[in-house]
């Protein structure tokens, strides 16, 4: 009995020596917190996602007005432009101004189609020119091949905050980063397609009046927000599909159409449609929407009623990309 008890004795011993030799300093292993206000989802260009906390404490915006300071805890998500490397820019401007040339036309092509997106800006510039035919059939190419949402990409950043967007540029080139799997990372800006943060559910309210968004002309309204794995969307409101004379107020629609009322197209008359991308496929928003339409930009509009006259009324589309 007596020889277990200095066993016992010298095991503790034992291991109160080892816990003494610990270093007081050392650094526990990174856990990463599901509600830590720093922890994002980072896009990449390739299309690629990966979840890690970002290190900076606050985040450089110049605007046309001026620099501002925004703190990472009011940030919701930033869009970020084209970041065309300078080599790459003369690449393509150098190419662009040889496509008259009949002879270089091809293989200048050949190029601006390799160099894709970052082609985008200099032809549609040079495709504005009246007499511009080979700048506007590379364009028409380049539309082809690429996503909606690459080839609709801006030069400039949109910075969502908690109170508004900003527009602009992230003067940062890197971001600072911490990934549970890699450690601390060095993000490169001219890498990432979107930055999103997690901790608060993003929430976006869109008005989408009929009068200029429900007509023949059959007219989009970019909502600025693009979609990644999934979108909630619940809309309000009331439109009017033929505010003339005593039928003023009879004919009205909800968010979900109004079915009872001539006849129809491929969507109730009235109800609000989405679509991903400029040329994407119309989808059904109507009053609620769940799901995954698909990577890109997320444009809105109200359809048509059947007497095709001019709508009035609007509404309101709380968009949330909190998954």
Same mark, same amino acid.
């Given at each position: 009995?007596?020889?277990?008890?200095?066993?016992?004795?010298i095991?503790?011993?034992?291991?109160?020596?080892?816990?003494?030799?610990?270093?007081?300093n050392?650094?526990?292993?990174?856990?990463?917190?599901?509600?830590?206000?720093?922890?994002?989802?980072?896009?990449?260009?390739?299309?690629?996602?990966?979840?890690?906390?970002?290190?900076?404490?606050?985040?450089?915006?110049?605007t046309?007005?001026?620099?501002?300071?925004?703190?990472?805890?009011?940030?919701?998500?930033?869009?970020?432009?084209?970041?065309?490397?300078?080599?790459?820019?003369?690449?393509?401007?150098?190419?662009?101004?040889?496509?008259?040339?009949?002879?270089?036309?091809?293989?200048?092509k050949?190029?601006?189609?390799?160099?894709?997106?970052?082609?985008?800006p200099?032809?549609?510039?040079?495709?504005?020119?009246?007499?511009?035919?080979?700048?506007?059939?590379?364009?028409?190419e380049?539309?082809?091949?690429?996503?909606?949402?690459?080839?609709?990409?801006?030069?400039?950043?949109?910075?969502?905050?908690?109170? #508004?967007?900003?527009?602009? @540029?992230? !003067?940062?080139?890197?971001? &600072?980063? %911490?990934?549970?799997?890699?450690? =601390?990372v060095v993000?490169?800006?001219?890498?990432?397609?979107?930055?999103?943060?997690?901790?608060?559910?993003?929430?976006?309210?869109?008005?989408?009046?009929?009068?200029?968004?429900?007509?023949?002309?059959?007219?989009?309204?970019?909502?600025?927000?693009?979609?990644?794995?999934?979108?909630?969307?619940?809309?309000?409101?009331?439109?009017?599909?033929?505010?003339?004379?005593?039928?003023?107020?009879?004919?009205?629609?909800?968010?979900?159409?109004?079915?009872?009322?001539?006849?129809?197209?491929?969507?109730?008359?009235?109800?609000?449609?989405?679509?991903?991308?400029?040329?994407?496929?119309? #989808?059904?928003?109507?009053? @609620?929407? !769940?799901?995954?339409?698909? &990577?890109? %930009?997320l444009?809105?509009?109200? =359809?048509?009623?059947?007497?095709?006259?001019?709508p009035?009324?609007?509404?309101?589309?709380?968009?949330?990309?909190?998954?």
């Open positions: 009995m007596r020889q277990m008890a200095v066993v016992c004795l095991g503790f011993l034992i291991t109160i020596t080892t816990v003494a030799q610990e270093p007081k050392a650094k526990a292993p990174f856990k990463r917190s599901y509600f830590d206000p720093n922890l994002v989802q980072v896009q990449f260009r390739d299309g690629s996602h990966l979840k890690m906390t970002l290190l900076n404490d606050t985040i450089e915006v110049m046309k007005y001026g620099k501002v300071s925004v703190p990472g805890s009011d940030m919701r998500r930033i869009d970020f432009g084209l970041r065309i490397p300078s080599e790459t820019l003369e690449r393509v401007n150098a190419a662009v101004a040889k496509l008259s040339d009949s002879k270089r036309f091809e293989s200048e050949s190029e601006l189609l390799r160099i894709g997106e970052f082609a985008v200099s032809v549609r510039n040079a495709a504005r020119k009246p007499d511009a035919v080979a700048a506007r059939a590379v364009l028409d380049l539309k082809q091949r690429l996503p909606g949402d690459y080839f609709e990409a801006k030069l400039h950043d949109t910075i969502h905050t908690s109170e #508004f967007p900003l527009s602009g @540029k992230v !003067e940062a080139a890197t971001f &600072r980063a %911490r990934s549970a799997y890699f450690g =601390e993000l490169r800006l001219d890498e990432v397609r979107t930055i999103r943060w997690l901790a608060m559910p993003e929430r976006n309210e869109i008005t989408v009046d009929a009068a200029s968004y429900g007509t023949v002309a059959q007219l989009w309204l970019d909502s600025g927000i693009d979609i990644g794995d999934f979108v909630r969307i619940s809309a309000t409101g009331i439109v009017d599909l033929y505010p003339l004379g005593g039928e003023k107020g009879v004919y009205l629609a909800t968010p979900n159409g109004n079915a009872r009322v001539g006849r129809q197209t491929t969507f109730p008359a009235g109800s609000l449609l989405g679509r991903i991308g400029a040329d994407g496929k119309p #989808f059904l928003v109507g009053e @609620k929407y !769940e799901g995954s339409p698909g &990577r890109g %930009r444009f809105l509009r109200v =359809e048509i009623g059947p007497w095709q006259v001019q009035l009324g609007s509404y309101t589309a709380l968009i949330g990309t909190d998954r």
